[in-house]
C-alpha cells in the first residue's frame, strides 16, 4: 500500500545497526538485517527509508487511500512471495494496530496493506492491556513505527457481550474491561444488545477509552507522542459499507 517504487533500496546499515543496539530484544523479534539487500528481488517490501520518510499523517492518508481502494474494488496488484522475500530479514513497519479478532475485520484486507507494513495485535473487543502495551512500545519506541491506531467495528460480539454480562471462563474477564465503555455511552435509547445501535455507540467509546488508556498507561507512548514521533488515534470499521472511519 505504501509507495514502494519512489526510493532507492538500501536503507543504510550503519544507521541500521545503531537503531538495533537499542534492544537485543529487537533481533529475537525480526529486525535484525543480514546486510545491505541490493537485488531488485528486495523491492517489495518497505524499506527503512521509505518508512522514516514518512509522516504519521502521511501514514494514515495511505492505509485511508487502501480502504478506498479496498472498497473500490481495485486493490493494489502485490506479489506476496516478493514480499516475503523482500522482508525476510528485516522489518520496518510504519504503523501498531491494536483491532478486534472478528473475522471480517482483517486489518490487512480491508486497508489493502503488504506484508511487512504494520504490526497487528488482535484481541476481542480492542482493549489495552500490559502486554498489548508492551507490543507497542516494541513496535514504536525500538521498530520505528510512527502511529498506533485503535480500530473498533460495528456489530462487535466483544461488545455485545458486555452489554449482556456475558460469563464464560476467561472471556468473563476480558468482558469485564469493556463494562467501563457501556457505562460511559451517552445513550437515551433501548441500551440493549439488541440494539446496534448502542452496540455500535458503545464500541465507538470502546476505541475512545482505549486510546485514552494508551496515553494515561504508557509514559513511553505518551512521550513519543508529545515529542511528534508518533501519531495515536482510534477507527470505526463499518462491516456493512466497508468503510473505516479515521478519528483524525
Ligand atoms: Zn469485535
Not at 13 to 37: D, P, Q, V
Not at 78 to 86: D, G, P, V
Not at 226 to 242: D, H, P, R
Request: hydrophobic content about 45%; charged content about 20%.
Amino acid at each position: 500500500m505504501f509507495d514502494k517504487d519512489q526510493h532507492m533500496i538500501g536503507c543504510g546499515c550503519s544507521a541500521r545497526r545503531g537503531f538495533l543496539k537499542m534492544a537485543s530484544a529487537a533481533t529475537a523479534l525480526g529486525l535484525a538485517g543480514g546486510g545491505l539487500f541490493t537485488s531488485p528481488l528486495y523491492a517489495d517490501a518497505l524499506t527503512k527509508a521509505q518508512r522514516d520518510s514518512m509522516t504519521s499523517d502521511q501514514i494514515i492518508a495511505a492505509m485511508k487511500a487502501g480502504n478506498e481502494r479496498f472498497r473500490a474494488g481495485v486493490r493494489k496488484d502485490r506479489n506476496y512471495l516478493n514480499e516475503q522475500r523482500a522482508s525476510a530479514m528485516w522489518q520496518y513497519p510504519a504503523a501498531v494496530l491494536l483491532s478486534c479478532i472478528d473475522s471480517r475485520a482483517p486489518a490487512e484486507v480491508i486497508m489493502d496493506l503488504g506484508i511487512g507494513d504494520i504490526f497487528n495485535c488482535r484481541l476481542a473487543g480492542n482493549i489495552e492491556n500490559p502486554d498489548i502495551l508492551g507490543s507497542m512500545e516494541f513496535a514504536c519506541k525500538l521498530a520505528g513505527a510512527k502511529v498506533v491506531l485503535v480500530m473498533g467495528h460495528t456489530a462487535c460480539g466483544a461488545i455485545k457481550g458486555a452489554i449482556d454480562n456475558a460469563e464464560l471462563g476467561n472471556l468473563t474477564g476480558l468482558l469485564e474491561k469493556i463494562k467501563p465503555a457501556v457505562q460511559a455511552t451517552t445513550y437515551a435509547g433501548d441500551r440493549s444488545a439488541n440494539n446496534y445501535t448502542f452496540v455500535d455507540a458503545v464500541a465507538r467509546k470502546n476505541v475512545e477509552m482505549t486510546v485514552a488508556n494508551i496515553r494515561k498507561d504508557s509514559p513511553v507512548l505518551a512521550e513519543l507522542e508529545s515529542k511528534g514521533t508518533i501519531k495515536i488515534t482510534g477507527a470505526m470499521y463499518n462491516l456493512e459499507t466497508g468503510v473505516v472511519e479515521f478519528f483524525s
